[in-house]
């Protein structure tokens, strides 16, 4: 239909390819997750399958688009970053967004009797996500810096609300008004003397939140065959730290003749840590994250 005398309506379609050779993150919240995590009977502080969910689903997208390197998760939401030189679909706006955002939320949903088997969907989630480009590494390290602060600063008060109310007897209302002005310090002190809660001792995943990498692992092949055959140590749960096989890395990798040796070959697998990300460690570690 391009010859027809209709075809000047796609002349109102605007370009949105977003600037070249700047960082591009995108970040994917629940639309509406109070209701739905009420309505789904979500553990309060926190609901450690929802959250499990929220990391497959993640590692889902990471699976499908090899030019993000990084992601981040916590509570309701999720962090993507991609490699500074990434062209993926012209690097156009309403693309980018619209298929990696369906892809998350459809992965959310398909998994969703792994983790919950025992609660069905009373409606469908959703999502929105939005895309914020940045100049410079400082700027991303600062981003990601500022959102697992934001884990432990609503997961330290989300931990003290939830104490005070389940195991203290007190009202929301009242739990709110004792928490009103309180410094971190006081909120580690009333866990620990009213109800003997070290924070610093629950799980590294609820403090810190999820973080999505890409490692290299080896792959020894057996001789006398050319598929590919998994690592035995390799897993494709998502357990804290274990390795998680890229599956179209693995599915596409190229085949090896065998000469009675075992051949050592490396692959890239998406890896789930939970550990500090805001001070130097973690990126002098990992300096292609940050290359273009």
């Known amino acids: 239909m391009a010859g027809s005398k209709y075809a000047y309506v796609k002349n109102y379609e605007l370009p ?14 629940g639309h509406g997750f109070h209701r739905f995590s009420t309505e789904h009977s979500f553990a309060k502080p926190n ?44 690097r156009r706006q309403t693309k980018l967004l619209s298929l990696i955002l369906s892809l998350f939320t459809s992965s959310y949903i398909f998994h969703w009797p792994k983790f919950f088997p025992d609660e069905s969907l009373n409606y469908p989630p959703s999502f929105d996500a939005r895309i914020v480009l ?36 007190e009202s929301t209302t009242r739990a709110h008004a004792l928490l009103k002005g309180t410094v971190s310090a006081q909120k580690h002190e009333l866990l620990f003397s009213r109800f003997g809660i070290n924070y610093n001792g629950i799980p590294a995943r609820f403090r810190k ?76 570690a990992r300096p292609e994250l940050l290359d273009g």
């Not at 599956?247 to 840590?273: C, D, E, F, M, N």
Request: with cysteine.
């Open 16 to 29: 949105d390819n977003l600037l070249p050779g700047t960082f591009m993150i995108m970040r994917i919240d």
């Open 47 to 90: 609901d450690e399958r929802a959250l499990r969910l929220m990391d497959c689903a993640a590692q889902s997208v990471m699976d499908e688009y090899k030019d993000i390197v990084l992601a981040f998760g916590e509570s309701d939401e999720y962090s993507f970053l991609f490699r500074k030189d990434t062209k993926l679909y012209n």
């Open 134 to 169: 940045y100049p410079s590494a400082k700027e991303v390290r600062d981003y990601f810096a500022w959102r697992q602060v934001d884990t432990h600063i609503n997961n330290l008060y989300n931990t003290a609300f939830w104490a005070l109310v389940q195991q203290g007897g």
């Open 209 to 284: 939140g999820s973080v999505l990498v890409r490692d290299e692992v080896k792959d020894a092949r057996e001789s006398g065959g050319h598929d590919f055959v998994p690592d035995a140590g390799t897993r494709t749960d998502l357990s804290e730290g274990s390795p998680l096989p890229d599956s179209s890395l693995a599915a596409g990798a190229t085949p090896v003749a065998h000469q009675g040796k075992k051949k050592v070959k490396a692959i890239k697998t998406v890896r789930i840590l939970h550990e500090d990300i805001v001070r130097n460690e973690f990126w002098d």
